[in-house]
């Protein structure tokens, strides 16, 4: 099942403020947040699609790749249409969205549960960000590219967890569980009071007993991954795909970053790309160009041959309809675009001169002014504005 258009899911439209689409996931997430609605599985699909959206859209740059690119600017990469976002990753990301509601408890989801115990805070691990090379014709047929990518990932020996031999935690001494300190400052307009995140427990209320001494406690080593990644047709150059959930592990059992994958097109030994139009240059000879002929030319998915009409103008251009690329976002191919250039010899024979002096002669080879062809640009513009 494809997913739903987000501006749609949140009910906002494409020139919604920061603020509106803020305030438009939070009437959406307390409508259909789990401890409103326990046991309905169809309204929790829905809160996590309210996330999901939220996620995408309040995020200045997803939100720019999502408008120019829709699904496939910020997961496309991934080919997967399910949501990547569990109940710990919305409360641990957005819980502080929800303000007082449900008393000040996110329904045990994150943050401080209904019996008023905090738990761990969701770490997330760090974006990472590869660049990924494609020909031209990769870009017209997509394409599966395997990369090794360097990167942090869950320690084998304690799981992920940063605990030498199981998960021990205990009470952080100095927040003594809340994961935050308040300080109390005397100023000359009387007391101020500040808080800020543990620096024992780095916000997350609890210490671990034992730390693993492979990963010191963080739950993450560096290491490396193997990873598929599907790239839609019709890519374009410094376009950037998003694959949730394959950047760096996050510490101690952490959601994990995002792995961000920049387009780089090859340069194409035949032609030139024009948005989903390719251009490409012929060279024929003055016999050809006078006389008429055929000619094979390189396609992006093969060879295909042009007929060239007796009396041919240099500059002339022939169009070949859906042989270009694909859009990434609409239907159909582009064109390619032929473009005639009439080869001159640079040296000729003493019989080749005589031939060609005689011929000058030739009323039918004295150019008229009158009947001078357009130029290559003039009809470029009267190709693209048809």
């Known amino acids: 099942m494809s997913k739903r258009d987000y501006y749609e899911v949140l009910g906002v439209s494409k020139s919604a403020s920061e603020s509106e689409i803020k305030k438009a996931y939070r009437q959406m997430a307390l409508k259909y947040h789990p401890d409103k609605n326990p046991g309905d599985k169809d309204a929790e699909e829905k ?31 991934a080919g997967a249409n399910g949501y990547h976002m569990s109940m710990d990753d919305i409360f641990s990301q957005f819980g502080d969205i929800f303000g007082d509601a449900f008393g000040g408890a996110f329904g045990g989801f994150g943050g401080f549960g209904r019996s008023g115990q905090r738990r761990r805070r969701v770490n997330r691990g760090s974006n990472l960000r590869v660049k990924v090379k494609l020909s031209l014709k990769e870009i017209a047929q997509g394409a599966e590219k395997k990369i090794k990518v360097n990167k942090y990932i869950s320690c084998n020996s304690c799981n992920g967890t940063g605990s030498k031999g199981g998960t021990s935690y205990s009470t952080c001494s100095t927040c003594h569980g809340t994961g935050q300190v308040t300080r109390v400052t005397n100023t000359f307009l009387g007391q101020m009071q500040t808080s800020s995140s543990c620096p024992t427990c780095g916000g997350e209320g609890q210490t671990i007993v034992n730390k693993c001494p492979s990963c010191a406690g963080d739950g993450i080593i560096k290491g490396e991954e193997v990873i598929t990644i599907k790239i839609p047709a019709g890519v374009e150059n410094g376009m950037q795909l998003s694959m949730s959930r ?15 994958i920049l387009i780089e097109e090859e340069e194409s030994e035949h032609f030139e790309r024009d948005g989903k139009n390719l251009l490409h240059d012929v060279f ?15 396609t992006i998915d093969g060879k295909a041959r042009i007929k060239i009409t007796p009396g041919t103008q240099a500059g002339k251009v022939l169009r070949l309809k859906g042989k270009g690329l694909p859009s990434l976002n609409s239907y159909g191919n582009g064109d390619l675009l032929i473009n005639i250039n009439v080869w001159t010899p640079k040296s000729l024979t003493k019989e080749e001169k005589e031939i060609l002096e ?22 470029m513009r009267e190709y693209f504005t048809q």
């Open 246 to 260: 394959k950047g760096n592990a996050g510490a101690r059992g952490g959601v994990p970053g995002d792995l961000i």
């Open 284 to 298: 024929i000879s003055f016999t050809d160009a006078s006389l008429g002929s055929t000619v094979e030319i390189p």
């Open 358 to 379: 005689k011929l000058g002669k030739s009323p039918n080879f004295i150019p008229d002014p009158t009947a001078r062809d357009k130029s290559f640009f003039s009809r």
């Open 47 to 77: 809160f996590k699609e309210a996330a999901e959206a939220y996620e995408i859209l309040s995020n200045a740059d997803k939100k720019q790749r999502y408008d120019q690119f829709g699904h496939a600017g910020v997961g496309g990469a």
